[in-house]
């Protein structure tokens, strides 16, 4: 509206203008002061006189968010245009049309994007109660709009399921992330904090409804099981199952100790593996094995360091009747007889005791033997496959191992390299362990983000295969939302312990080894091609022989370390495990590699 001339006036003298001023009752009437400000003389439709009333005067460009609060001094605002000219005037009544309109157009749009979008939307205010329930939300949850408008969403679902609730709190925001509002409900969620001048005031949150996706990946898990469970039966059956199925990596390490089982494979002599513990030394013993021998076969395995030494003899001899008080009357086939035709694989060979050390090489030498309390000698028909994660040569040179029996088993070797030397494999792995243990405990694992598998290819890996294997089974276990995250992690695959690895690398050469070929993994396991001088491979000897290795001497070196912190450590072993961030296994291993 604009404002007329004749309605404008200067003459501070009010007296005198009263007859045309009250012409003009249909508008109001504003007096123009000499200072340029301007007072309110009347309004439309009201006869009191409001000289007093000073009228603010404001540009036509300043924003409606500074001007509404100058209608608490008049119901009326005067237009000036840049020149400082009054154009108009604007009423408080028109301001609040505006508003309401501009409100109404607005709640227009946003409820039409809202239930255009298709997901279940919800918005609490900030005392938890629920102020928009979309058709979707209704549809999804069951629940009318007319119940749960103005209620405690609380009210509704139980809270620790509420990730509204969570978000209004603690201003968390998600995207993407799965969870049950109801324990027979699975949903996608995005939730935001509704945020005004930095203040929590609200959440929001999209849901959608993914019940029958997780129900129908629960039975796609179910029947894969039942599939696998019978390719393996129809494998067993099978007389060209791939002998290396099992071994999974795609490295140069890897295809090199295959194409080595592939060699070794074409002849029956005994087979020496090396390798650290939890690399899998009897899969690939197993590979041997089934490259070579018919399905009918038998692959006899068993732990040299698991039996005790007064039973060792009889389980791998057997043993006639009446040998000895408690015997089976019936007698026993040992082992070796039982893998007549196929493979006898001994494991952990180094635990062997030496008296039945002789007793087996003579069975490797002549092929025959003697059961426990046996007057009539057997023949050994078997091929025999030994593994160790100890270094017998240094066993040799404490005569703790026979030399003999080394050159024997060690007709040809195969090294299998640690993980730490084939991180390239560790996501295969990793792929493999979560398809098993999703199946084996019915987790649906949607997303294993990028800064977990940093986490894993940084870390050293001391217990192997076997390690990440039960690290994959945590992780599983712990991921009920279908995403894991890095917290699900052992405290030693954290970024802290990972440091503090480091520096224990650097300080002290824990889990330092050479490259990564085959012929440098071997100085690690002692079976250099250049033969080492037994004697002075032991611990503790400063003055070592000019022909002992470089590993030799950074083991020597660990060793002294090791015993020094040990007795720093008043000979607690948890503690001096604790202090160098590994674990007390890895600490025995680690002993157990050194000899201590």
Not at 26 to 41: E, H, K
Not at 297 to 317: K, Q, Y
Request: glycine fraction near 6%.
């Amino acid at each position: 509206m604009s404002i007329h001339d004749e309605i404008l006036h200067t003459d501070p003298t009010l007296q005198s203008l009263q007859p045309e001023l009250h012409s003009s009752a249909d508008q109001p009437v504003f007096i123009r002061c000499n200072t340029g400000c301007a007072w309110l003389y009347s309004q439309p439709n009201k006869t009191t006189y409001d000289a007093c009333l000073l009228v603010p005067v404001v540009s036509a460009s300043v924003g409606l968010v500074e001007v509404i609060p100058l209608f608490a001094k008049s119901p009326f605002l005067l237009i000036a245009n840049d020149h400082g000219e009054w154009e108009g005037y604007i009423a408080v009544s028109d301001v609040l049309h505006a508003v309401l309109h501009a409100h109404r157009l607005m709640e227009a749009y946003f409820e039409t994007t809202l239930e255009t979008a298709g997901s279940a939307l919800t918005l609490i205010n900030e005392e938890a109660k629920v102020t928009y329930w979309t058709s979707g939300a209704e549809h999804v949850f069951s629940i009318s709009k007319n119940d749960i408008i103005g209620k405690p969403a609380a009210d509704f679902f139980p809270p620790d399921r509420l990730q509204s609730l969570k978000t209004l709190h603690t201003g968390e925001t998600v995207y993407r992330k799965q969870h049950q509002p109801r324990p027979d409900l699975f949903a996608l969620i995005n939730a935001r904090p509704v945020l005004l001048d930095g203040r929590i005031v609200g959440a929001v949150a999209a849901e959608v409804d993914i019940t029958t996706e997780i129900r129908l990946h629960q039975e796609l898990l179910h029947m894969t099981s039942k599939v696998q469970h019978l390719e393996k039966a129809v494998a067993r059956l099978r007389p060209d199952m791939d002998p290396f199925a099992r071994i999974k990596g795609s490295s140069p390490v890897i295809h090199q100790c295959l194409e080595t089982i592939r060699k070794i494979s074409t002849t029956s002599a005994t087979v020496l593996i090396l390798g650290e513990s939890g690399t899998g030394k009897e899969l690939f013993a197993k590979a041997i094995h089934d490259l070579r021998e018919p399905q009918t076969a038998p692959f006899i395995a068993i732990n040299c360091g698991a039996i005790p030494a007064s039973l060792f003899e009889s389980e791998l001899f057997g043993y006639e009747k009446g040998a000895f008080s408690g015997a089976d009357p019936k007698g026993k086939k040992g082992k070796i007889e039982l893998a007549e035709g196929g493979t006898l694989f001994l494991d952990e060979i180094g635990e062997m005791p030496l008296e039945l050390q002789v007793k087996l090489l003579r069975v490797l030498q002549e092929k025959s033997y003697f059961p426990v309390g046996g007057t009539r000698m057997k023949q050994a028909d078997c091929r025999i496959i030994a593994a160790t994660n100890q270094n017998l040569l240094r066993m040799i040179a404490r005569n703790q191992f026979r030399e003999d029996l080394y050159y024997r088993l060690n007709v040809i070797n195969l090294v299998i390299p640690p993980l730490r030397m084939r991180k390239e494999d560790i996501y295969e792995l990793t792929q493999t362990f979560l398809q098993e243990f999703s199946l084996l405990y019915n987790r649906h694992i949607e997303l294993v983000p990028p800064e977990v598998f940093k986490l894993l290819f940084q870390y050293d890996w001391p217990g192997n295969v076997r390690e990440l294997r039960n690290v994959i089974e945590r992780l599983t276990i712990l991921t009920t939302d279908g995403e894991v995250k890095p917290e699900y992690l052992p405290d030693t695959l954290t970024p802290i312990s990972l440091q503090e690895q480091s520096e224990i690398q650097l300080t002290s050469g824990i889990h330092s080894y050479p490259g990564s070929t085959d012929e440098q993994l071997q100085h690690s396991m002692g079976t250099e091609t250049d033969q080492v001088n037994p004697v002075a491979a032991t611990v503790g000897d400063p003055d070592l022989a000019p022909s002992v290795s470089y590993q030799q001497q950074l083991d020597t070196y660990e060793a002294q370390l090791l015993l020094q912190y040990l007795e720093a450590a008043g000979g607690n072993k948890r503690t001096l495990a604790k202090q160098l961030g590994i674990s007390r296994a890895t600490l025995y291993n680690r002993m157990n590699r050194l000899g201590l």
